[in-house]
């Protein structure tokens, strides 16, 4: 079966601090997506970085980076010199490559960022 | 990034009647739209698959007959949630794919019956 697991349920950071937020997942299958997303009080989903299972180099966007480490099936979201707007609900998600390719979602990690 | 546009983001109705729920996409055809529901302060949990033209996949322990979902273009799905009751108040959000690796995500809606 197909497990996400995210077992930080909150974290609180000080403004221009690196952060990383940890994520373990469990799938017998080779071919597989991560993906971290935002999901500020507002609701929306907002996608910040996707890591495909036979990326060798880690995934990068801005301030956003995923720390990928297949064999340890684990694919953490480091946030460099946070920001206020960057308190959210953060959650990682695998993907199905196969059917319909659809998402799976960890229980999620509340951020804060303190000023 | 593309649009996904959901209506309404918010919704009161009262207990027994139905409310329907769009899921557009604006600048893309999707053959595949998902639906999600989210209680407070939980994760994101799939209730189905929506591919134009056919029925619709649902997650095991959805009731489709609760939750009645219809892709009838690749740029609409919707969601009604039959003869409501206050245990079907949540947060419902759809999302779109139109191939990449990326799933697009509405803004949401929240209902809640009364």
């Known amino acids: 079966a197909q497990k996400i697991t995210q077992t930080q349920p909150g974290m609180f950071v000080q403004e221009k601090e690196a952060v990383t937020l940890d994520c373990t997942y469990d799938t017998s299958d080779q071919s597989y997506g991560l993906f971290w997303y935002k999901q500020p009080s507002s609701g929306e989903m907002i996608f910040l970085i996707y890591?495909?299972?036979?990326?060798?180099q880690n995934a990068t966007e801005g301030r956003y980076s995923l720390n990928f480490q297949k064999a340890r099936k684990s694919a953490n979201l480091v946030i460099s010199a946070s920001q206020l707007g960057d308190s959210a609900m953060y959650f990682c998600a695998l993907r199905f490559i196969q059917g319909a390719q659809k998402l799976v979602f960890g229980q999620g990690t509340r951020l804060t960022i303190n000023p | 990034g593309a649009v996904v546009s959901q209506h309404p983001s918010r919704v009161i109705c009262k207990s027994g009647t139905s409310v329907k729920i769009e899921c557009r996409s604006l600048?893309?055809?999707?053959?595949?739209m998902f639906w999600y529901r989210q209680f407070p302060k939980q994760s994101l949990m799939l209730m189905a698959t929506?591919?134009?033209?056919?029925?619709?996949?649902?997650e095991q322990g959805v009731e489709k007959d609760k939750f009645l979902i219809n892709h009838a273009s690749l740029t609409l799905s919707t969601l009604t949630v039959t003869s409501a009751h206050p245990e079907d108040s949540s947060f419902y959000i759809c999302?779109?794919?139109?191939?990449?690796?990326?799933?697009?995500f509405g803004q949401g809606t929240r209902l809640t019956v009364v």
């Open positions: 600048d893309f055809q999707a053959t595949t």
């Open positions: 929506s591919n134009e033209g056919s029925k619709a996949t649902y």
């Open positions: 890591q495909g299972s036979y990326d060798e």
């Open positions: 999302s779109a794919r139109y191939g990449g690796t990326e799933a697009f």
